[in-house]
């Protein structure tokens, strides 16, 4: 049975880098056609996807997020992990991350405050 | 960019009725290959999303029968047939035509009269 699971600090101080890892079970990233993404979402409003990648290592970022965002893999972990770089208290989100669009981790709240 | 616009905003609907949900976008979501790529999803209360339709039409594996898309080009609804008291959470339209790139509608809430 699939399932994913984010994990990573919940408090994150502005201008510092947030890093999460989701540790998949029940599916081999390696040798999995899905794409493997993030997506978070701030307390109270909608969803944005804030980027993808395949088991290559192949990466796809939201235009707006790019300049500050790395997704890379761990395959002998079957992990994938987000970076956000220089973050501000507009990043405080419950972070998701999520195969393809149909099985998604139960997300982490991730709070930017010093 | 793609802007996915949801409407209506929130919902409250009598069990055992129906319900609809619009969703439009900026761009035709029918790609190249021929698959059109909008989704919906559900949030309820305190869970993460979960996919209730793929490209359309196609109900994800256990949704009810209840739920059901169409649309095509940059016009789609979702329809549920009966309202039952599970139901209720934000529901919300997304595209994926520049794959695997989303963008997400408002969201709208659903609730149990």
């Known amino acids: 049975q699939l399932h994913l699971q984010e994990s990573g600090p919940g408090l994150v101080k502005p201008s510092e880098t947030l890093s999460l890892t989701c540790t998949v079970s029940g599916d081999s990233i390696s040798s999995s056609t899905y794409y493997w993404g993030w997506i978070r979402q701030p307390p109270g409003e909608g969803l944005e996807w804030i980027g993808s990648i395949l088991y290559n290592g192949r990466t796809y970022y939201n235009p707006s997020l790019k300049s500050r965002v790395t997704i890379s893999v761990d395959t002998s972990k079957n992990q994938f992990s987000l970076k956000l770089s220089s973050v501000t208290a507009a990043d405080t989100s419950v972070y998701f991350c999520?195969?393809?669009?149909?099985?998604w981790g139960q997300g982490t709240l991730v709070t930017v405050s010093s | 960019d793609i802007v996915m616009t949801q409407t209506p905003l929130s919902l409250s609907v009598t069990p055992g009725q129906p319900a609809s949900i619009s969703c439009k976008s900026s761009?035709?979501?029918?790609?190249?290959?021929?698959?059109?790529?909008l989704y919906w999803h559900l949030q309820k209360p305190g869970q993460p999303p979960q996919l209730l339709i793929y490209e359309v039409f196609n109900r994800f594996s256990g949704v009810p029968d209840r739920f059901s898309g169409s649309g095509s080009g940059t016009d789609f609804t979702l329809k549920i047939s009966r309202v039952e008291a599970e139901d209720v959470g934000v529901y919300y339209c997304?595209?994926?035509?520049?794959?695997?790139?989303?963008?997400f509608g408002q969201g709208t809430k659903v609730e149990i009269k």
């Open positions: 997304m595209q994926s035509v520049q794959l695997p790139q989303g963008t």
């Open positions: 999520a195969r393809g669009w149909g099985a």
């Open positions: 761009q035709s979501l029918l790609h190249s290959n021929g698959r059109t790529y």
